[in-house]
């Protein structure tokens, strides 16, 4: 199976989801609890969720930490730092997904962060990832230090046992589905 047929494939997988996702969202933060710990005290780089992704921004409730969240910008994706949801707002690129609200927000340099959050339309149980096509995280992920922990997160139905894989695609380190932990 191609990329482009996986992709359809999981799209109409999650579209499906409904509201089963606010439940196991709440697994899928439980099972992120061991992982963060891990991680140490650097910072922990959250996505903003679209509609059809894990909500993991309920880890602001139940888990302390610094959170600092990707923003697009002419070089690439970069994290900020995000002090509380509400400096979140729309992207000027996507209407699902949101980004800090002000140019300014304080970079977070790739070394200090301790764990990462990544999302994906597929995972394997060994860490590979299909992303949604635009190689930003791919290109993130490559750069960071091989002491930050990568954590695939998705839904149980998202896992694979195969994907294809190209030189450029980057392994998570763990997955976490509401199933639990892979490793």
């Known amino acids: 199976m191609t990329k482009a047929e996986l992709r359809r494939e999981m799209r109409t997988r999650l579209a499906a989801l409904g ?3 606010a439940v196991q969202s709440r697994a899928i933060v439980a099972a ?3 992982p963060l710990v891990q991680a140490g005290s ?4 959250l996505f903003s969720p679209m509609p059809s992704e894990p909500d993991i921004e309920l880890l ?5 930490g610094r959170f600092c ?3 697009i910008a002419q070089s690439g994706m970069e994290f900020v730092e995000v002090e509380q949801l509400a400096d979140l707002t729309v992207s000027a690129w996507h209407p699902h997904i949101r980004e800090h609200r002000l140019a300014e927000a304080r970079l977070v340099p790739p070394v200090d962060i301790g764990a990462i959050l990544v999302p994906g339309l597929a995972f394997t149980k060994d860490g590979h990832r299909l ?3 635009g190689g930003f995280y791919d290109r993130y992920l490559a750069a960071l230090p091989a002491t930050t922990h990568k954590i695939g997160v998705c839904f149980a139905l998202q896992l694979v046992e195969t994907l294809p894989i190209e030189p450029h695609d980057q ?3 763990a997955v ?4 639990g932990l892979e490793e």
Request: glycine residues 10%; aromatic residues 10%.
């Open 19 to 21: 509201p089963a996702r």
């Open 69 to 71: 969240y990707p923003r």
């Open 171 to 173: 392994r998570m380190d």
């Open 60 to 64: 602001w409730e139940s888990a302390p």
């Open 42 to 45: 650097g910072w922990i780089a």
């Open 131 to 133: 992303g949604r096509g």
């Open 176 to 179: 976490v589905t509401e199933e």
């Open 32 to 34: 992120l609890a061991r």
